[in-house]
């Protein structure tokens, strides 16, 4: 592998420094990447491609192993939505982890628990929004459905519509222009309103009978034939609109990927990729996959829960004699940590929201973002000198492009990510990913560059 090519933003990009063989190497792993992200639409649907992976390249469930040796591979899953790997170490557990900790939310709309309506003579399922989003990106465009449904007697059923081409999709109809001047003149976040939000999905009267929403019962009709749905099962469902489009390709040389999702599945894919890969390594490394990043890490799956303690507890039961809460503790405080969640790059059409000389460019490499936050890094995660210079020097020594960069300028807004929740352990923690064009649109744009580093960087990190 080509040997000190860290790239601080301004400078050539990193193509150019690659030779033949990481050139193919990194147009390999994104075309991977881009199959990986076609599918996992859902954090339910990225977990289950993540245990697959992991079951194919040898790992298994921790609650099979009664003990752990130095080189073995376990797993655990959580409500179907989180996820966390390790590959045990020679080094006493004690010692601490190397964790890549990333999130598989994304922002997307959810049917309401009662989504089904009649109306101008048109069936149609209301919304809620998920995470931060601009409402006028989910208008006009061509969405699918994709969730489960657990039925009253306890069936799990998978429902993903709008994906194959055989299938209809749903759209959120937008105001022609010749009618929309009040619209038109209102700010652009109140154009759309969130009850604004609902999906069309019928349009055909039930013939015959008596009842009433013939519109709506055609669409009941439909789901009661096709998977045996009942009205009320939207109760007890977990059903997202989200675009119904496979990632493409952007450019006419191929060097960007297109797709919904890439924040954070980029980073979830990469560390995936990072540790399935990894040889065994003297500290225990973990990979770590959580949920509800995209609405402040709450719940039972999210970041604030107890899922990565109890999976860190669970690896000490098997590997330290006279296991107890304070050799917990210590574990945790020893440990170093990357937040693998991506950036914003620098957009020629809107540079005037970033400080340039602190901005991500797309192709340059992996971002190392000192902190988050937003105005006096209100919420921010702020990473000591000391790690961050662990961190350039293990990224220099292994080859992998890196660059600095944060997330626009100070009074410009900002965001955060799960770095302050791994943080409160007392661990060090720094934010690392790939820079982003459209993060939180319905198509965001990265560079195969910057993901192959991303996954460079995160191998390197976990292995050390």
Same mark, same amino acid.
């Given at each position: ?80 939505? /989180? ?13 601490? @982890? ?20 009649? +109306?101008?003579?048109?069936? @149609?399922?209301?919304?809620? #929004? #998920? ?20 039925? +009253? ?10 994906? %194959?081409?055989?299938?209809? *999709? ?58 045996? @749905?009942? +009205? ?33 599945? *980029? ?18 490394? &973990? ?30 039961? %098997?590997?330290?004699?006279? #296991? ?41 490499? &992996? ?23 662990? &961190? ?39 934010? /690392?990913? *790939?820079? @982003? ?28």
């Amino acid at each position: 592998m080509t040997q000190n090519i860290k790239n601080q933003s301004g400078t050539t990009p990193v193509w150019t420094k690659l030779n033949s063989s990481e050139q193919e190497a990194v147009m390999n792993l994104t075309e991977e990447y881009r199959q990986f992200i076609s599918a996992a639409k859902t954090e339910r649907e990225t977990i289950d491609m993540a245990v697959m992976t992991a079951q194919n390249r040898g790992f298994v469930p921790l609650e099979q192993s009664s003990a752990l040796q130095p080189g073995e591979r376990v797993f655990a899953t959580w409500r179907g939505k /989180c996820m966390a790997m390790a590959v045990i170490g020679s080094e006493p557990l004690e010692k601490g @982890l190397n964790v890549v900790g990333a999130h598989g939310d994304s922002p997307r709309l959810d049917l309401k628990p009662r989504p089904l309506y009649e +109306e101008a003579d048109l069936a @149609l399922f209301k919304t809620h #929004y #998920y995470g931060g989003i601009k409402k006028y990106h989910w208008v006009g465009i061509p969405l699918a459905l994709h969730g489960v449904v657990v039925k +009253e007697d306890g069936q799990v059923l998978k429902v993903v519509i709008g994906e %194959r081409e055989t299938d209809p *999709v749903f759209t959120i109809a937008d105001l022609l222009p010749h009618l929309a001047r009040d619209q038109m003149e209102k700010k652009m976040g109140e154009g759309i309103s969130g009850e604004g939000l609902n999906l069309l999905v019928g349009g055909l009267p039930l013939t015959g009978g008596e009842v009433q929403e013939k519109i709506k019962q055609t669409v009941l009709d439909y789901l009661n034939r096709e998977y045996g @749905l009942q +009205e009320e099962d939207f109760i007890s469902a977990e059903i997202e609109a989200v675009p119904a489009w496979p990632a493409r390709d952007v450019g006419l040389d191929g060097s960007m990927i297109g797709a919904y999702g890439q924040d954070d599945r *980029v980073s979830v894919f990469t560390t995936l990729r990072a540790i399935v890969d990894l040889p065994a390594p003297s500290r225990t490394a &973990v990979a770590l996959f959580v949920d509800k990043e995209e609405i402040g890490s709450v719940g039972n799956t999210g970041m604030y829960s107890a899922f990565f303690t109890n999976f860190v507890a669970e690896l000490a039961a %098997r590997i330290v004699p006279r #296991y107890s809460e304070l050799v917990l503790r210590r574990i945790l405080a020893n440990s170093r940590a990357i937040s693998a969640d991506v950036n914003a790059g620098l957009d020629p059409n809107y540079p005037d929201v970033m400080d340039k000389l602190n901005a991500a460019r797309l192709g340059h490499g &992996v971002v190392l973002t000192k902190y988050t936050g937003s105005g006096g890094k209100k919420g921010a995660s702020d990473a000591h000198a000391e790690f961050m210079g662990l &961190v350039r020097q293990l990224f220099n020594r292994h080859g992998v492009a890196w660059q600095s960069g944060l997330l626009g300028k100070v009074d410009q807004g900002g965001g955060g990510t799960i770095a302050y929740l791994l943080a409160v352990h007392g661990m060090d923690v720094v934010d /690392c990913g *790939v820079p @982003l064009l459209g993060m939180h649109s319905p198509f965001e744009v990265a560079h195969k560059v910057d993901i192959y580093m991303a996954y460079r960087g995160y191998r390197a990190f976990l292995g050390a």
